[in-house]
């Protein structure tokens, strides 16, 4: 397959049908075919897929940290939706992890951030002043994730 004969069709394919070029994508690489690899929208597709892991984890890292501090600091406010919303975020969040050393490096790295915007939330939802909650998290994200 000529890279040339390739670009134009793998390029109108990949506005069309993402699906469909995916598979294309896949077939080239698995022939070895590299020269007719989509490379420019390729490179678009693996940033905009890192970026959205990112973020998703990012995320469900968020909604964790926030109820664990509701979990912690209205105790009398516990109830079994909490629970499993705990429960439901600790396991994906473990699940996205365990398939990725990436992902959890990038987690550890915007923790702080992440617990400091889940006081924010909490204190928003709960109607609790911001300084009821520590500083910095008191447990890791190894200890969180464990829990």
Known sequence: MPATSQAPPLTALYERDE?????????????ES??????????????DMSRSQR???????????THWLKWE?????RTGSWKATLQTQHFQLRYDLSESKVL????ARE??????????VASSETGL????FPEACPVTLGELLAE
């Open 19 to 31: 699906v469909a070029w995916y598979g294309a994508m896949i077939e080239l690489i698995e022939l």
């Open 104 to 107: 959890e490096n990038y987690l």
């Open 34 to 47: 590299f020269d007719a690899l989509d490379f420019g929208n390729l490179k678009e597709f693996l940033q």
């Open 73 to 77: 600091f209205q105790p009398e406010k």
């Open 129 to 132: 002043p911001t300084e009821t």
């Open 111 to 120: 923790y702080d951030s992440v617990y400091l915007d889940a006081v924010q």
């Open 55 to 65: 973020h998703a984890v990012k995320s469900r890292l968020l909604v964790l940290l």
